[in-house]
């Protein structure tokens, strides 16, 4: 789940056809550089869902999951996995529009489309609440850990004194994430108390 937490994206697609009115697809994407491509291939087979995309031109490759079946089996996995980050915030209203729009009756109305819009227009890049429900625990656990260092850590050398370093760099909102991680290094690591 580090992983995702790091580099996936949920998201919610309006579509219209012409005759047919609107529709919606449900994406959940993780994208990297395409010499990670190997990982993403990984993912695929491991879940069993999904595909896996290459774009030779913008040096990228994605695991996307967009169908019906596969998303459901995302939901089943995150609702048992929790997501550690904001994302997590993005997981639960991607689930609630899903479900809107999978569970409805009939023809897709004007109000459930304002709706998914709406939810929509919270996710992602266009956030302004970070408050994490109530029940959400931030849960570090060394698998967890290593994912996520795959996504967002940062080893390198400073410039001036080529002494070592580590770095996990993220939004302000994450900071509630960095504390936790912070703890379990110290708790479960030995890493010094005094660390950034």
């Not at 994450?174 to 379990?184: D, N």
Request: hydrophobic share 40%.
């Amino acid at each position: 789940m580090g992983f995702s937490d790091g580099e996936a994206c949920f998201l919610i697609v309006k579509k219209s056809n012409s005759g047919s009115g609107v529709r919606f697809s449900f994406v959940f994407q993780l994208g990297l550089h395409r010499d990670d491509l190997e990982v993403l291939t990984y993912i695929a087979k491991t879940l069993g869902i999904g595909r896996v995309t290459v774009d030779e031109k913008e040096a990228e490759c994605r695991y996307i999951v967009s169908d019906i079946a596969g998303v459901e089996k995302l939901i089943v996995l995150f609702d048992e996995f929790n997501l550690n980050t904001t994302k997590h915030m993005d997981y639960l209203a991607f689930k609630k529009a899903f479900f809107l729009y999978r569970d409805r009756e009939g023809v897709v109305t004007e109000s459930l489309v304002e709706e998914i819009l709406k939810i929509k227009s919270g996710m992602n890049n266009n956030r302004t609440d970070f408050t994490y429900p109530v029940d959400h625990r931030i849960n570090i656990t060394s698998s967890w850990l290593l994912g996520f260092v795959e996504a967002e850590g940062s080893f390198h050398l400073y410039r001036d004194t080529l002494a070592p370093a580590f770095t996990i760099a993220m939004s302000i909102a994450q900071l509630p994430v960095v504390v936790k991680i912070k703890e379990f290094l110290v708790e479960n690591l030995g890493f010094d108390d005094s660390s950034k």
